[in-house]
């Protein structure tokens, strides 16, 4: 009983001592497991209690408690002064001057291109013509076959594109989508139809596998050609100034007839020749025509009360056209000093 006593005091000397060097809470958390843990000190001298007599091991026993309350107030006690003193440095250190002026907040910009969509969609909206939408994975029968290019056709040698099986392809053009509306409303019919479109073309200047398209369709009783030409006109006038001058060269669409190719005065040089024109001072913007009345009946439609117009835009070369841009590759490299001209 004597020797476990002793060991008890000299513990809570032990203790004692320990606790005064103490300076972190990482320290407090291993004085404790040192001598309160479930293998501390106090605990292995109280294990030994076995060998005592049942009137010694009460007397012990009270004194193991004793000091094992003395230990953790004093451990506590001095704990919270660390944990204290502790936080007190930690605010400090992250203490914010807020006097200090506020770091720039750096704002993007819309992208060239999608300015130039959002220009083009506005001019044809305030024309009455609605937007319509369809899926970018799209399936042959609408992307060639409802557009009278059958398998085997030689337009789509110059439409290839990405397939994902035979029947599922990435569209080439975004005229899928005025089938599907033509399938599903009755006319008049009044929509321009932009979004991404996919060709395995080589990416050069003027080139890309991805690109955007913006498709217009009419479809009314008594749409001319007329009609066509003065709507194409406004557009030009729109967004590249009145001084535009544009001009219509006979082409062969197979869901179009007659078809033709819109050029447009040069941008560059105003029609007198340069670079950007190749010399001639114009520029293809755009292919056209009157629906094909297979097209029409294809879908519905009778083409002898309804005719109809279609149009599609590239996006990309209006854009270049629109601000000055000579390589379609400046528009998908997200180059930050290129785009930032464009805010």
Request: proline fraction near 5%; charged fraction near 25%.
């Amino acid at each position: 009983m004597s020797d476990l006593k002793t060991s008890l005091l000299s513990i809570q000397q032990e203790f004692k001592c320990q606790v005064l060097s103490v300076k972190t809470s990482t320290e407090a958390d291993s004085l404790r497991v040192r001598f309160l843990g479930k293998k501390g000190e106090l605990t292995a001298v109280l294990r030994a209690m076995g060998s005592l007599s049942a009137e010694e091991r009460p007397v012990i026993g009270q004194l193991a408690n004793d000091i094992r309350s003395e230990m953790e107030e004093t451990l506590s006690s001095h704990l919270s002064g660390i944990v204290a003193g502790e936080k007190a440095a930690q605010l400090a250190a992250q203490t914010i001057d807020v006097t200090l002026p506020a770091k720039p907040v750096v704002m993007g910009g819309r992208h060239p291109m999608y300015k130039a969509i959002d220009e083009i969609c506005d001019i044809f909206l305030g024309l009455g013509y609605v937007i319509a939408e369809g899926p970018e994975v799209e399936y042959d029968h609408y992307n060639f076959e409802k557009l009278r290019i059958p398998k085997g056709h030689p337009a789509r040698d110059t439409q290839d594109t990405f397939y994902i099986t035979d029947n599922i392809l990435l569209r080439t053009q975004t005229s899928p989508v005025q089938i599907r509306v033509m399938e599903n409303s009755k006319p008049p019919i009044k929509i321009i139809c932009p979004g991404k479109v996919y060709r395995s073309d080589a990416l050069d200047s003027t080139h890309s596998p991805i690109f955007h398209q913006i498709e217009g369709l009419v479809v009314d009783q008594g749409v001319t050609m007329g009609d066509l030409v003065g709507s194409l006109q406004l557009f030009a006038h729109k967004l590249f100034g009145v001084n535009t001058k544009m001009r219509l060269r006979p082409h062969h669409f197979p869901f179009t007839e007659p078809s033709c190719e819109v050029d447009l005065t040069c941008w560059s040089c105003g029609g007198k020749g340069c670079r950007v024109c190749k010399g001639e001072g114009w520029v293809e913007v755009l292919g056209a025509g009157m629906v094909h009345p297979e097209v029409l009946a294809g879908c519905g439609i009778d083409p002898e009360i309804y005719s109809g117009f279609a149009f599609g835009i590239g996006v990309e070369r209006t854009a270049m056209g629109r601000f000055g841009i000579d390589d379609i590759r400046n528009l998908f490299e997200n180059d930050v000093r290129f785009l930032r001209q464009f805010k």
